[in-house]
């Protein structure tokens, strides 16, 4: 039987450039919130040891596909000889600042180690998603999670339960045009997990006072410069709670104490909007059903 396993979303509650890296990568914080709601991948083995991707109507090069690279990855680094057909189920849209493709490539990985036996633990595999991607670590690691470095230094955290209603501009927005503008803010102070969580007692959740306090992103203001589109969005959704891009865009989103209180919003949605209500978790989806068939990685 094909396995099913679900690539969920992503917001960026909190990001923050501290500057460029000399390998030209940025340097940044995040506070990563995993998603509910996201894309379905269904892998069905082949004894060719031939990858092949039916990704819908996603417009992409296969060799430029993150799903196959992953595929491809993983089967070059444990000398897989079994092969897999991948089908996406795509729900997210590209170039959202949602992780649609880092979290494919990370189920990817997660599934076919599955699959193929491999075996590989956590960490094995979060080092190959970094080659393919900043975001995919997080998804691997499968946990909400304070990030540093280019994203993918993770310290999993706990987050007040909270619903998120997500709207989807009609464009897509272009990760390396932005971090390459010059015009990018790059010079946030470095602040600590520990320094963020003061007058939090002990382990307790992140609450949503919190949250709301810390929240920002760093690239809002040049992407919405760039996309009138986006800043329309924020602007509407910013009428019923605080509203913010995530990565680098397109996407915008608020919190609402309730799964009702988002839903009523989207409802009320002008003519020709989209977007979804989802529940933040503290697990991936994608660890949760591996876990009812496999034991821990």
Same mark, same amino acid.
């Given at each position: 039987m094909p396995l099913q396993l679900p690539a969920p979303a992503k917001l960026n509650l909190i990001l923050r450039i501290l500057g460029r890296r000399p390998d030209g990568y940025h340097e940044l914080q995040t506070l990563f919130q !995993?998603?509910?709601?996201? *894309?379905?991948?269904?892998?069905?083995?082949?004894? #060719?040891g031939q990858i092949s991707v039916d990704a819908g109507n996603l417009d992409i090069p296969l060799q430029d596909n993150l799903i196959f690279r992953a595929a491809r990855l993983l089967q070059q680094h444990t000398d897989a000889t079994q092969g897999a057909h991948i089908r996406l189920q795509k729900n997210l849209p590209h170039g959202g600042g949602i992780g649609g493709?880092?979290? *494919?490539? +990370?189920?990817?990985?997660?599934?076919?180690?599955?699959?193929?036996?491999?075996? !590989?633990?956590? *960490?094995?595999?979060?080092?190959?998603?970094?080659?393919?991607?900043?975001?995919?670590?997080?998804?691997?690691?499968?946990?909400? +999670?304070w990030a540093k470095?280019?994203?993918?230094? !993770?310290?999993? $955290?706990?987050?007040?339960?909270?619903?998120?209603?997500?709207?989807?501009?009609?464009?897509?927005?272009?990760?390396? +045009? $932005?971090?390459? *503008?010059?015009?990018?803010?790059? #010079?946030?102070?470095?602040?600590? !997990?520990?320094?963020?969580?003061?007058?939090l007692p002990g382990d307790t959740a992140l609450d949503s006072d919190w949250l709301e306090q810390h929240a920002g992103n760093d690239c809002q203001a040049l992407v919405e410069s760039l996309y009138p589109e986006i800043r329309a969005a924020r602007e509407w959704l910013q009428?019923?709670?605080?509203?913010?891009?995530?990565?680098?865009?397109?996407? $915008?989103?608020?919190?609402? #104490?309730?799964?009702?209180?988002?839903? #009523?919003?989207?409802?009320?949605?002008?003519?020709?909007?989209?977007?979804? $209500? +989802?529940?933040?978790?503290?697990?991936?989806?994608t660890h949760r059903q591996l876990a009812k068939i496999a034991p821990a990685i």
């Open positions: !995993l998603l509910d709601f996201g *894309d379905m991948l269904e892998f069905s083995p082949r004894g #060719d493709g880092s979290s *494919d490539a +990370a189920t990817t990985l997660l599934g076919l180690n599955h699959l193929w036996g491999c075996k !590989l633990s956590l *960490d094995e595999l979060a080092e190959l998603g970094r080659q393919l991607g900043a975001d995919v670590p997080v998804f691997v690691r499968g946990r909400t +999670a470095g280019v994203g993918e230094r !993770l310290t999993p $955290v706990i987050t007040a339960s909270r619903h998120y209603l997500v709207l989807v501009p009609n464009c897509a927005v272009s990760t390396a +045009a $932005v971090f390459g *503008d010059p015009r990018l803010t790059r #010079d946030s102070t470095a602040i600590t !997990l520990a320094a963020l969580r003061e007058g009428q019923f709670a605080k509203a913010q891009l995530t990565g680098t865009g397109a996407c $915008v989103f608020a919190a609402f #104490d309730s799964a009702q209180a988002a839903n #009523d919003v989207l409802a009320s949605l002008p003519t020709g909007w989209r977007g979804f $209500v +989802a529940a933040g978790v503290q697990e991936s989806p």
